[in-house]
């Protein structure tokens, strides 16, 4: 079975604060996805990366950055958190060649 | 107009109905969809993936594709209280690119 973790399922943090959300895949995946999803607004793609040290920018990638050192993990930053940012955030890792993505747990993080 | 639709709901059928979701997409050479459950305040999970025209059927679910209408369906059979949740449509497009539904709110009711 595909495993995908995240660091934190709840998160709370102040306006301004760096946060990190942590993502580890155990299936030598090469494709790696943040997406956050808001009520109404379905699921919105941050950032990706299709291999160790690259990424992309996704549709919503404003306020954000990852970082992928290591092929297994992929981490999103909020460089200065704001309200707008609360929100649930999604990690999601497909192997290359495939389509099928799957999905950790989830970070419910809320910026106060 | 979006890449993918689904009517959002809520769709509510009593237990051991027939559970039938809707989706529709705008890229008509994409090439891969898939349905994705997602209970309330959990992370969405792959349920179904189909690739070509005509129904898969996996136990009680079936997806069906019809490529000329552009449009994906997944069918719930024997709907059972633990089947409400929310599901997602997602397609692979020719972009390379994943979308998804905003989702379907099903409930079934006892």
């Known amino acids: 079975d595909v495993k995908v973790t995240q660091s934190s399922r709840y998160l709370v943090k102040r306006t301004g604060e760096k946060v990190f959300l942590e993502c580890v895949q155990d299936?030598?995946?090469?494709?790696m996805f943040w997406y956050r999803q808001d009520p109404g607004l379905g699921l919105r793609l941050i950032y990706f990366?299709?291999?160790?040290?690259?990424?992309e920018k996704g549709d919503i990638p404003e306020g954000y950055s990852v970082s992928r050192e290591k092929k297994e993990r992929f981490s999103l930053i909020l460089e200065s958190a704001s309200t707008n940012q609360t929100s649930m955030y999604l990690c999601?890792?497909?192997?290359?060649?495939?389509?099928?993505?799957?999905f950790g747990p989830g970070t419910r993080l809320t910026v106060t | 107009q979006k890449e993918v639709e689904q009517n959002s709901g809520p769709l509510s059928v009593p237990e051991g109905a027939i559970a039938s979701l809707n989706c529709t997409y705008s890229?008509?050479?994409?090439?891969?969809f898939f349905w994705y459950r997602q209970y309330s305040g959990k992370s969405p999970e792959l349920i179904m993936s189909?690739?070509?025209?005509g129904d898969k059927e996996d136990g009680r679910f079936t997806a069906q594709l019809n490529k000329a209408s552009q449009y994906v369906s997944l069918l719930i059979r024997d709907s059972q209280p633990s089947d409400s949740a929310t599901y997602l449509c997602?397609?692979?497009?020719?972009?390379?690119?994943?979308?998804f539904g905003t989702g379907t709110s099903l409930t079934v009711i006892p």
């Open positions: 890229d008509r050479g994409s090439q891969s």
């Open positions: 999601a890792s497909r192997k290359g060649g495939v389509h099928e993505q799957y």
């Open positions: 299936m030598d995946h090469e494709n």
């Open positions: 990366s299709y291999d160790v040290k690259m990424k």
């Open positions: 189909i690739y070509s025209n």
């Open positions: 997602a397609v692979y497009d020719t972009g390379n690119q994943f979308y």
